[in-house]
């Protein structure tokens, strides 16, 4: 005959239950085995270990073979552009806001890297030739190597064709192409430093990094250059052309990834200049 718990050993029952749970180690996400609460940040949703950036703790990896998710696509135009879209479905959903000239995006993301990308996309569809400029900042601060981006890419898809430029956190710019859909991304990378030509430094010969002014992209054809003031003076190309052949129409646009899986920050792209036609970076 079984015997009614009493009130103190059904609470003694739940405290250990509770006790138990927190031993625990967390679980998996069903999405992909190998996912841990170790790399992510209390509060934060949990995302793939892959997914997380290089620290002391981790190594940074490519997602695996096969890996997608989904872009969330919004049907709702901000100033030049037609729609905003989460690429690659970012574990925490983006937003943006224009007041003025200025476009606010507030985006999570792992990267916008290796074989596939995730990051809030302000865009237009269109063919021909293409000039997008603007002056990029971080108003919050936030993670070293976040970046705001303009981009031309040829889907929606998280691991579309596509040629871009980017300001990252710490200053570093780059022209980056992905050659085919799901290949890796490949670029080169630029940064600017001083000795005695900035202000700050413990002496002349401290070499200070710049962030650039304002960056910019054109499509002239099958080219891609990269275009840069770097601080404030007319905008001149830095680099060489990269060639990439898309199929039009195509995306064109801006965005930003935090480089945080499940953590937003916040971009500003400011002074746009957007026109489809060669020549009138600026």
């Known amino acids: 005959m079984q015997r009614p718990i ?5 609470a003694t029952v739940t405290l250990l239950a509770a006790a138990l749970a927190m031993a625990l180690p967390a679980q998996e996400s069903p999405e992909i085995a190998g996912t ?3 790399n992510s940040p209390p509060g934060a949703p949990l995302a793939p270990d892959w997914a997380y950036p290089q620290s002391t703790q981790h190594t940074q990896v490519g997602p695996p073979a096969g890996f997608h998710r989904d872009t969330r696509v919004e049907n709702s135009p901000i100033g030049v552009f037609k729609g905003q879209a989460d690429v690659g479905g970012a574990l925490v959903p983006g937003r943006a806001s224009l007041a003025g000239d200025t476009y606010t995006i507030r985006s999570a993301g792992y990267n916008v890297w290796y074989t596939r ?3 809030r996309f ?4 269109i063919s021909g030739d293409v000039s997008l400029a603007a002056n990029l ?10 970046k705001a981006l303009l981009v031309i890419r040829q889907s929606l898809d998280d691991d579309a064709k596509e040629a871009l430029v980017a300001l990252h956190g710490d200053g570093m710019i780059h ?10 991304l490949s670029d080169m990378e630029y940064r600017i430093g001083s000795r005695g030509g900035l202000p700050g430094g413990k002496s002349p010969d ?15 054809g099958d080219q891609f250059t990269l275009w840069v003031s770097e601080q404030g003076e007319p ?6 052309p990269i060639t990439l052949k898309l199929t039009a129409p195509f995306y064109v646009g801006i965005g930003f990834t935090s480089h945080l899986p499940g953590v937003a920050e916040t971009a500003t792209v400011s002074n746009l200049v957007f026109e489809n036609r060669a020549g009138r970076v600026r």
């Open 6 to 10: 009493s009130g103190i050993a059904a």
């Open 235 to 240: 905008m001149h190309q830095f680099g060489a």
């Open 175 to 184: 022209l980056a192409q992905r050659p085919e859909k799901g290949r890796r």
């Open 206 to 220: 401290s070499l200070l990094t710049l962030n650039a002014k304002r960056i910019g992209i054109e499509k002239k």
């Open 122 to 125: 302000l865009f237009k569809r």
């Open 137 to 146: 900042a971080y108003p919050d601060g936030g993670f070293r190597d976040h």
């Open 36 to 38: 841990s609460a170790k």
């Open 117 to 119: 990308d995730e990051f």
